[in-house]
């Protein structure tokens, strides 16, 4: 058990919880505020060790004692969403309170901190809101924090008479964060059941198939992927899709992983297939190892200007060259652009995230190596600082998927000034972390000795772009982040079309 916050410091949390909840930001959303009661009431009584993505999503959102954290990302979901409406809470009604409640990205125990809030000229102070008495208000609070409470007592008094309460009532307010809404299809190869990925995305279980086998492996790890589950499964052989559509253009997003070759035996050659859409030759002799650069890791393909045929189907065919087998792990079908592929915007953090120009920001994905880490002190100096709350850092690299074509490249940067020491001793004999690196894209320098601390003051954002650059053989954009003294780190990533 942690420890238990003093008892004054634990007057004012519960005063600012309270606060946040009689909200009108969290009153028309009864989930978030049972969620956000939940957190707080563990650290209150000295439990924060045991706020566990687990945990919440059995005592809060009542998944059973099976719950599955990797097939089912309520927790991360929601929490995500908690983020946000705290940021509209603070970015409007309140503004001005000296203490601020956040659930810190890439965790779940709630974090008060202090907020500097510049005076106010004097005003005469009133004892009555227009039309109401204070009593009204105070009494309303009351009510309102009861409740919550209320709920939250029950159900862990009548935790052992019911292995599995009544789920929460759903709400407008409780709608899932994903991608932009559209006509989306996800299928996972090989799979019997439904599956939620970290960025809220619903994949269905497979479907509209015929031929080949449905195969698992017990592959435990899978590079450049926060979904390594995602590939345990596959369909195998001769086989094809035919899934019916809208008429319209399409973005196709094929995915791949070899679990066999590679490993004790086999690679290269192995496993060579062609993929058909419409009877139109995406992949010829497509080598997976080959084109991934290892086995184990996950291989996207991307096709633009994809279009049902006029009887309303989509058919994908795969075929083994030379009697080997073909493999599939997953299709993604997303509206698509005429001539381009759809922005890609990455954010090193577990779950996605709206920035505020409305812009929908995938997990991190696509990297390998390095280490994620988050920040509670914002930057300064930009619109939406929460969107440089965390980076990745180290000695790392993005293997992004992208359609033939041109795109530019927009990596974003945030100088802190002392976070990054904080597990590092900064002194005499430990000096500040020093953070220059060089950046290349498919083997061409697009940054060079860059010294992160010199091109940005400290505590402020900066963003670099690069233009006119164009996908390798593979079909990816291969970035390198490569230390010259101390780490690499970069907070975002977009890859937009040019």
């Known amino acids: 058990m942690t420890t238990k916050p003093a008892e004054e410091v634990l007057e004012a949390y519960r005063a600012e919880l309270k606060a946040v909840l ?66 509209e809470f603070y970015a409007n009604e309140g503004a001005r309170h000296p203490l601020r409640l956040t659930i810190p990205v890439g965790q779940y125990v709630p974090a008060f901190e202090p907020h500097a809030v510049a005076a106010l000229p004097a005003k005469r102070p009133r004892f009555f809101l227009p039309g109401r008495p204070l009593w009204w208000l105070a009494g309303a609070l009351v009510l309102i924090f009861a409740g919550v409470g209320a709920s939250f007592l029950l159900q862990h008094r009548h935790r052992a008479a019911s292995a599995l309460p009544a789920p929460l009532a759903s709400s407008p307010e409780a709608a899932p964060i994903g991608p932009p809404a559209g006509d989306e299809v996800r299928i996972l190869a090989g799979s019997n ?11 269905q279980a497979d479907t509209w198939f015929t031929g080949g086998t449905a ?25 094809r899709y035919r899934i019916p559509l809208k008429p319209g253009l399409y973005e196709l997003h094929l995915y791949f992983a070899e679990t066999v070759y590679g490993l004790d035996a ?42 049902p ?50 812009h929908w920001w995938s997990p991190d994905n696509f990297f390998e190596g390095g280490q994620m880490a988050s920040y509670a002190a914002p930057v300064a100096g930009v619109g939406d600082p929460e969107l440089y709350e965390s980076e990745r850092w180290g000695n790392f690299s993005y293997a992004i998927p992208v359609a033939p074509g041109k795109y530019s490249l927009l990596l974003h ?36 000795n860059f010294d992160l601390a010199r091109e940005a003051r400290p505590d402020q954002a900066l963003v670099r772009r690069c233009a006119h650059l164009e996908p390798n053989a593979q079909g990816k954009l291969l970035l390198q982040f490569v230390p010259v003294a101390g780490y ?9 079309p040019e």
């Open 488 to 496: 690499a780190t970069v907070t975002g990533i977009e890859v937009l």
């Open 22 to 87: 009689a909200s009108k930001y969290f009153l028309r959303a009864p989930k978030l505020a049972h969620l956000l009661f939940y957190l707080c009431e563990r650290l209150f009584v000295g439990e924060a060790d045991q706020i566990k993505e687990y945990s919440i999503g059995v005592e809060v959102f009542h998944r059973g004692p099976e719950f599955d954290q990797e097939s089912d990302s309520i927790v991360r979901v929601e929490a995500n969403r908690l983020r946000r409406q705290l940021a």
């Open 309 to 358: 045929a006029a009887d309303g189907y989509l058919t994908l065919e795969f075929a083994g060259e030379a009697g080997q087998r073909a493999t599939l792990s997953g299709i993604e079908i997303l509206p698509g652009l005429r001539g381009q592929m759809r922005p890609v915007r990455l954010l090193p953090r577990p779950t996605p995230y709206y920035s505020n120009d409305s």
């Open 193 to 203: 059941r439904s599956q939620v990925d970290h960025a809220g995305k619903l994949w």
């Open 266 to 307: 086999g690679g290269e050659g192995s496993r060579i297939f062609t993929v058909r859409a419409g009877g139109r030759a995406l992949l010829d002799r497509f080598d997976l190892v080959a084109d991934a650069g290892a086995s184990r890791t996950a291989d996207v393909k991307v096709f633009t200007d994809i279009a």
């Open 215 to 239: 195969t698992k492996n017990a592959a435990t790890h899978i590079a450049r992927t926060q979904d390594a589950g995602f590939y345990r499964t596959s369909r195998q052989g001769q086989f």
């Open 413 to 448: 940067f945030a100088a802190r000034s002392g976070a990054w020491n904080q597990a590092f001793a900064a002194d005499a004999e430990h000096p500040p972390v020093a953070h220059r690196f060089n950046v290349f894209c498919n083997g061409s320098e697009l940054l060079k």
